[in-house]
């Protein structure tokens, strides 16, 4: 199993253009996330998915769009960059439960000038 | 309000001696899901302890240990013998619900340095 993989690694944006990050997993996890990740705050949720075609607001969603037309895949789409939006970005999945673990993708990093 | 508060932004510990981390949580839901991740400067997360609100014992795994205090609401993460390797953030995070269908929430973390 390749886990949950996101692409790409790094990226550069200049503010106003548009990109989507990419998130899969072969798990066959029902649920899966989003997350931002800024020095001194944690890691704060962007949106997340129960399953396919549902998908739900977190902390901080302005900015960005998600859909989940399938179980595998969960893109996080920016809208319209701002440099607000330099951050590292997490994917993860997990099986339903309350107490099974979330599997976390590498992450993203995100920089816009 | 915060559910997930990490009072400690940074640690440090001496090699092989013990160490705290500590964690409370703010939550009504009788049922819930306590989880701690590492987070080493490569970037990964990683999964390290999970201790359920029904649970009736502290969870371990290895050097890891859970000191869950229900009534106080605290769930600190004890690493024993600390290897220089332990050197990373350390998170904890939240799960509310029996059906655990609500996302997981994250405190702010703990840097935790081990000198040797």
């Known amino acids: 199993n390749a886990g949950v993989t996101q692409t790409p690694k790094f990226q550069v944006l200049k503010t106003g253009q548009s990109m989507t990050l990419q998130c899969a997993q072969d798990m066959n996890h029902e649920y899966m996330s989003w997350y931002r990740q800024d020095p001194g705050m944690g890691l704060r949720l962007i949106h997340y998915s129960v399953g396919a075609g549902i998908t739900d607001q977190g902390e901080v969603p302005n900015g960005y769009n998600v859909s989940r037309s399938t179980t595998e895949d969960f893109p996080l789409r920016l809208l319209s960059a701002a440099p607000s939006q330099t951050s590292v970005y997490f994917c993860?999945?997990?099986?339903?439960?309350?107490?099974?673990?979330?599997?976390f993708g590498p992450g993203t990093r995100l920089t816009v000038l | 309000a915060q559910k997930i508060t990490q009072t400690q932004p940074g640690m440090f510990v001496q090699e092989k001696e013990a160490v705290t981390l500590d964690c409370t949580y703010d939550t009504s839901d009788p049922s819930y899901g306590l989880f701690w991740y590492k987070q080493p400067s490569s970037g990964e997360m990683i999964f390290l302890i999970y201790?359920?609100?029904?649970?009736?014992q502290n969870a371990t795994e290895g050097r890891y240990s859970l000191n869950f205090q229900k009534a106080r609401k605290s769930a600190n993460l004890v690493i024993s013998a600390s290897q220089l390797g332990d050197s990373a953030m350390y998170f904890c995070?939240?799960?509310?619900?029996?059906?655990?269908?609500?996302?997981?929430?994250f405190g702010k973390g703990t840097r935790l340095s081990v000198i040797a």
């Open positions: 995070a939240m799960r509310e619900g029996r059906e655990g269908n609500t996302p997981l929430v």
């Open positions: 993860a999945s997990r099986a339903g439960g309350s107490y099974n673990e979330q599997f």
């Open positions: 201790q359920g609100s029904y649970d009736q």
